[in-house]
Every structure is written in C-alpha cells, then in structure tokens.
C-alpha cells in the first residue's frame, strides 16, 4: 500500500529564513511527485511537478527535489515570506494503478 | 490562466437532506476527479471520469454518493441524505488524458458542513 508521509506536521519560522519541506513515500514505483500549496478553505495550487526520471524542478524561491531510490523528496523554500504561509502538501502519481496519493500535509507559519 | 470552476464555495446543509456539487473542468480535459478532503488531511480520491464514462469510483460510499458526467465536460457530485461525518472539502480536479506530465489542475472546492 502506498503512504505519504509529511515532516514536520507543522512549523513555524522567522521570515527570511530559508527551510525544508519533507515528503517520504513506501513504493518508489511512481511517474511523478506533485508539491500543492493550500490556503486555509480554499483549492490546491500546483507548485511543482517532478518526472521519476527527474532530480529536482525549480520555481522562483522553490526547488524540489527527488530521490525515488530512497522514497524521498523535499521542497526548499528560500528567503520565507509571511504570504508562504499555507499548508503544503504533497501526492505521488503510482505506476501499478495510476492513482494519486496525498500526504497530510505540513503547515508552515511564517512569523513577520 | 485556465481554471477548474466549482460551484458553490460553501454548503451548510442539515443532516438527511440532499446536495450537490457542480464542477466545470478546463477545456479540453477528458480526465475529471472528485476528492474529498476532511480538516487536516490530504485529500482522497472519490471518482475519476473519462469523459463520461466512471473509471474508478471504488472509494465512492454508493450507498449515498452518486456522480454525473453526462456530457463528458462538467460533472455533479449528489449526497443524498447528507450525514455528519460528510463535512468535509470536496475538490474537482482535471487532467489530459493519460496525461503524466502535466499533473492535476485543482479547483477552489466547496466547503461543506452537515449540521
């Protein structure tokens, strides 16, 4: 059964630091690694998508990167604003039934 | 930027009565699915359409979920009768077909609250 684990469950940090978001998955048999950002109450903004035969994507302040051989990926956010403040989350696409599968998420607060 | 509209934003329904969710999903898009998301956790596939046909809904409680795609562009999502536990954030997303590169294209969702 495939699982997505997200560490920490939440943080906080000052703004302006730079910090790691953790995604760990069990079946290393995936096509990609999505990282969605979720304001509270609202829908999922896709951030960045990572083929399996990709190492890392990057998008402004973000990067994320892709070990399939060890089940990881994590999603760097570099000089933290207030505004990053939201719950991320991340889903792999599964090769055996083409499914996609969410972790819980991590919420980040970003202290002024 | 072409966006997955969903309609309404929020529902507070009483416990037994029915309701339904309406998603248009961008143009184009064979591939629709309905998630459910309960505070505090990832969302969980609910049904998936090729355009009108169901590709999977095993994680559909059928019991008193149905969904619609009659026309393989927009999609209802019907609860009838509406229990407690459904409270949740239900979510519609779309894709191309077989698509693996461009990922999934969420919408705003509709928060929904059974009293």
């Known amino acids: 059964k495939q699982e997505v684990t997200q560490i920490p469950a939440a943080l906080s940090v000052p703004e302006g630091e730079n910090l790691v978001l953790n995604c760990s998955f069990t079946?290393?048999?995936?096509?990609?690694l999505q990282w969605f950002r979720q304001d509270p109450g609202k829908g999922l903004t896709s951030l960045l998508l990572i083929q399996s035969s990709q190492r890392e994507q990057t998008s402004g302040r973000l990067n994320a990167s892709l070990d399939k051989s060890s089940g990881r990926s994590t999603l760097y956010i570099a000089a933290s604003q207030p505004g990053d403040s939201a719950t991320y989350l991340c889903a792999v696409r599964r090769r055996r039934d083409d499914k996609i599968i969410f972790g819980k998420g991590t919420r980040l607060h970003i202290l002024p | 930027e072409a966006e997955v509209a969903q309609s309404p934003r929020y529902k507070i329904t009483e416990k037994s009565q029915a309701v339904a969710f309406w998603c248009d999903p961008i143009s184009g898009h064979a591939t629709l699915y309905w998630y459910r998301q309960i505070l505090g956790q990832g969302p969980e596939l609910l049904v998936q359409f090729q355009d009108e046909s169901v590709v999977d809904d095993s994680q559909l409680p059928k019991d008193r979920f149905s969904a619609e795609r009659l026309k393989g562009v927009d999609s209802t999502l019907k609860i009838q009768p509406a229990e407690l536990g459904d409270s949740a954030m239900y979510l519609c997303?779309?894709?191309?077909?077989?698509?693996?590169?461009?990922?999934?294209?969420f919408g705003s969702g509709t928060r929904l609250t059974v009293v």
């Open positions: 079946d290393s048999a995936i096509y990609n």
């Open positions: 997303a779309s894709s191309l077909v077989n698509d693996r590169v461009y990922g999934y294209t």
